[in-house]
């Protein structure tokens, strides 16, 4: 079956080296102070916690041997996740 370019094959490497790796951007809020608005100020902050945060802050009172505290907003939540993190010994490296 002939090729594309009349059979002939291009070698790869040239090709490789043009690629670049990518760098990974930042996905937290904290690294981005422009994105990240106030709790207090958000629109569907007094809505139950989500799943997401439920989860996370499940992991992070494990951590920190504090309690978790089911009845938060998402507002507090957020508060409570920002507060656990800076207390988390796995995360205090970052």
Do not use: N
Not at 14 to 37: E, F, N, W
Not at 43 to 72: I, N, V, W
């Amino acid at each position: 079956m002939p090729t594309r370019d009349g059979g002939r094959r291009r070698p790869v490497a040239p090709v490789l080296r043009s690629i670049r790796p990518m760098t990974k951007p930042s996905t937290h809020p904290a690294d981005q102070p422009g994105l990240q608005r106030d709790p207090d100020e958000w629109k569907t902050g007094d809505e139950p916690m989500t799943d997401a945060q439920r989860s996370y802050l499940e992991t992070l009172c494990h951590e920190t041997g504090e309690e978790f505290d089911d009845s938060l907003s998402k507002a507090d939540a957020s508060k409570r996740i920002d507060e656990l993190r800076e207390r988390s010994p796995r995360l205090a490296h970052e």
